[in-house]
Structure formats: structure tokens, C-alpha cells
């Protein structure tokens, strides 16, 4: 993409997700509750391990990709065709911040009014769109400057200068991996290992096991190739977020009315509203399945496994987090309509 492309895919994608990001940040302010905690309404007392579990392993391959990432592209055209850029923009458009979308009343539920984590949130689309500036200016300019794209600011680093400009440098780098990587990549992932097993992890185990098994994901590999990146890592996992989040939105807004019952969220009791059926809403299970199934063929295809399949199932799979969205949403309302 041409520099003006990629702010434009970045700002747009924070545009489109501050609504679903307000919407699911609700329940975290006015009732004070994690994503983990919210899961159980949809899900099932014992169901919401499965969402909270897939979404925990997306935070932790994130933990390892940022902390790996440099920046990417001001004086360098775009490579794209008209019909290229937007099959990228898609699939480009999902994977900013559909993680933290999900998992966003993890931090919403310390903000004391509704107004402020709107305010808060719309604020930082801003922010987002001006520090994508800054990456795509600094590390196009590298370009200019030493001939080839330096996107790693490390190895940027190197190049550029002495001894008290690598240390602020350093300084500035730490400084954004604990303020923002930590912070929205770690969070979650150790909610959800609290949720999992109150008894064998504490928050700040569940942080050190966290930033353990983000090496597990190798993000220097999916990093080798916009290929492995976007469209097996990015694509890939939108899939499943997009069914888990429609699914909590449909179940919190449709089904109960933004009501829920704070003593029932917190009981395993087979009397308790959020029991179901040993713990799990086969509405929800069966919702995620449905929104899943239809990516998998173009997934397969995307990581060899399956030789190439219609052209249905690759637009489906290109458009993963909107397909499965809309599809486990709808049906999960009508299910939960019929057995709720």
C-alpha cells in the first residue's frame, strides 16, 4: 500500500470498531466485570473457557508479534491495483484491534461512567491514526536514506546513531512495549487463565505464563511474509473472534436487554440463570461452530493442506470476521430466542 492507503485502512478500522468497542465495553462499566465474567452469560458458567480461551491464545501470539513488529511505508508508491488494495483493505480492516474489541470490558470496567469510556475510546481513533503517521513516515524514509525499508527499529537503531541516541531510544521502545503491548495483549490472556483456574493462577501468573507461551508462536515466522501474517494469522483467528463477539453482543443486547444477574455470573449452581446445561448454552456452542465451519475450507486451502477450493470459499475466508460476525450472531439470537 501507498502510505495514504494504509492510514486511511488503520483509521477506518478504528472508526468501524469504536462501535463495537463501546457496545461491549457496556457491561464492563456498568457492572464492573471482566470479559471472562461476561462470557458466562452467553456461553455458560463453565462454556465461557471456551471463548475466553480461544481469545487468550490470540493475546498471547500478539504478545509475542509486538513484541517482535517494527513499523512499516511516505515516498513509496503503492504496488496495488484498485482491485488489489481492496481485496487487502478487508482482511487488513479486521485484524486492527478485533483482538481488544472483544476483551475490551477487561478495561472498562475500572472506568466510573459510561460517558468516560466512550470518550475515552473515540479519543484514542484519533491517536491510533496519528501514530500510524509517524510508523509508515519514519520507516519510508529509511528508504530514501539508506536505500532499502528498515522496518525494525532495532536494526534502525543501529544505523542511525551514537551512544545517547540508541539509549533513548531503547528508553522510548521499553517505555511503549509496558504502556501498550503489556497492557492489551497480557491482560486478557491472564484474565482468562484466572477464569480457567482460580485456584493455580493469580493475575500475575497468569502474566508470566502469558509472556512464556508467546514464544510458543514463533512471531518471527508469521512475521516473514505479509502472506503468513495477514492472511493465514491475522484472517485466520478474525474468524474466531468475530463469532465469539457477535454471539456475546447478540446475548447481552437482544436476548437479556443490558440486565444481567452479577450473583448468578459468579455461582456454579445448577439453579443459577447462567448454568444451562452442566454449565454450557448449547445455543452459543453450536453458534460458534456455524460461524466457524464456513472459513475452514479457505483456511486449509491458505496453509496448504486443502488444493484450491471455489471462489465462494475464498471471499468467505478473505472476509472472515464479517461473515462469521453476522452468521453465529443471527443464529445464536434465533436459537437463544427459542431456549432462553
Known amino acids: 500500500m501507498a502510505w495514504w492507503q494504509g492510514i486511511d485502512t488503520v483509521v477506518a478500522a478504528n472508526i468501524i470498531l469504536l462501535v463495537p468497542l463501546v457496545l461491549?465495553?457496556?457491561?464492563?462499566?456498568?457492572?464492573?466485570?471482566?470479559?471472562?465474567?461476561?462470557?458466562?452469560?452467553?456461553?455458560?458458567?463453565?462454556?465461557?473457557?471456551?471463548?475466553?480461551?480461544?481469545?487468550?491464545?490470540?493475546?498471547?501470539?500478539?504478545?509475542?508479534?509486538?513484541?517482535?513488529?517494527?513499523?512499516h511505508m511516505l515516498t513509496i508508491s503503492s504496488r496495488l491495483s484498485t482491485s488489489e488494495f481492496w481485496s487487502l483493505f478487508f482482511p487488513s480492516l479486521t485484524a486492527n484491534w478485533a483482538t481488544i474489541a472483544l476483551n475490551i470490558p477487561d478495561f472498562t470496567r475500572f472506568a466510573k461512567t459510561q460517558k468516560d469510556q466512550i470518550i475515552g475510546q473515540a479519543c484514542l481513533r484519533i491517536f491510533m491514526g496519528a501514530f500510524t503517521f509517524v510508523g509508515l513516515a519514519v520507516t519510508s524514509s529509511t528508504q530514501v536514506i539508506f536505500g532499502h525499508v528498515i522496518s525494525n527499529p532495532i536494526q534502525l537503531l543501529g544505523q542511525i546513531g551514537g551512544f545517547t541516541?540508541?539509549?533513548?531510544?531503547?528508553?522510548?521502545?521499553?517505555?511503549?512495549?509496558?504502556?501498550?503491548?503489556?497492557?492489551?495483549?497480557?491482560?486478557?490472556?491472564?484474565?482468562?487463565?484466572?477464569?480457567?483456574?482460580?485456584?493455580?493462577?493469580?493475575f500475575r501468573r497468569g502474566a508470566v505464563f502469558t509472556a512464556l507461551l508467546c514464544i510458543a508462536f514463533q512471531p518471527w515466522r508469521l512475521l516473514k511474509s505479509s502472506e503468513s501474517f495477514i492472511y493465514t494469522w491475522l484472517v485466520g483467528y478474525s474468524a474466531l473472534l468475530g463469532?465469539?463477539?457477535?454471539?456475546?453482543?447478540?446475548?447481552?443486547?437482544?436476548?437479556?436487554?443490558?440486565?444481567?444477574?452479577?450473583?448468578?455470573?459468579?455461582?456454579?449452581?445448577?439453579?443459577?440463570?447462567?448454568?444451562?446445561?452442566?454449565?454450557?448454552?448449547?445455543?452459543?456452542?453450536?453458534?460458534?461452530?456455524?460461524?466457524?465451519?464456513?472459513?475452514?475450507?479457505?483456511?486449509?486451502?491458505?496453509?496448504?493442506?486443502?488444493?484450491?477450493?471455489?471462489?465462494?470459499?475464498?471471499?468467505?475466508?478473505?472476509?472472515?470476521?464479517?461473515?462469521?460476525?453476522?452468521?453465529?450472531?443471527?443464529?445464536?439470537?434465533?436459537?437463544?430466542?427459542?431456549?432462553?
Not at 461491549?24 to 463453565?46: D, E, N
Open 24 to 71: 461491549t465495553g457496556h457491561p464492563g462499566t456498568k457492572y464492573g466485570i471482566s470479559f471472562p465474567v461476561l462470557a458466562r452469560s452467553s456461553f455458560g458458567i463453565r462454556g465461557a473457557h471456551v471463548p475466553t480461551s480461544l481469545s487468550a491464545l490470540v493475546g498471547c501470539g500478539w504478545y509475542g508479534i509486538e513484541s517482535w513488529i517494527g513499523g
Open 165 to 202: 541516541t540508541i539509549v533513548l531510544a531503547i528508553l522510548g521502545i521499553s517505555l511503549a512495549t509496558m504502556t501498550t503491548n503489556i497492557a492489551a495483549n497480557v491482560v486478557p490472556p491472564a484474565n482468562a487463565l484466572v477464569n480457567l483456574s482460580p485456584s493455580n493462577f493469580t
Open 243 to 340: 463469532s465469539i463477539f457477535s454471539i456475546v453482543l447478540a446475548d447481552y443486547y437482544l436476548i437479556r436487554q443490558a440486565k444481567l444477574s452479577l450473583e448468578d455470573l459468579y455461582s456454579s449452581s445448577p439453579d443459577g440463570a447462567y448454568y444451562y446445561s452442566g454449565g454450557f448454552n448449547l445455543a452459543a456452542m453450536v453458534a460458534l461452530v456455524i460461524g466457524i465451519l464456513p472459513v475452514i475450507p479457505g483456511f486449509l486451502q491458505k496453509v496448504g493442506i486443502l488444493s484450491p477450493v471455489s471462489d465462494a470459499f475464498v471471499v468467505i475466508y478473505n472476509n472472515a470476521w464479517f461473515f462469521s460476525f453476522f452468521s453465529a450472531g443471527l443464529l445464536y439470537w434465533i436459537l437463544a430466542s427459542l431456549t432462553i
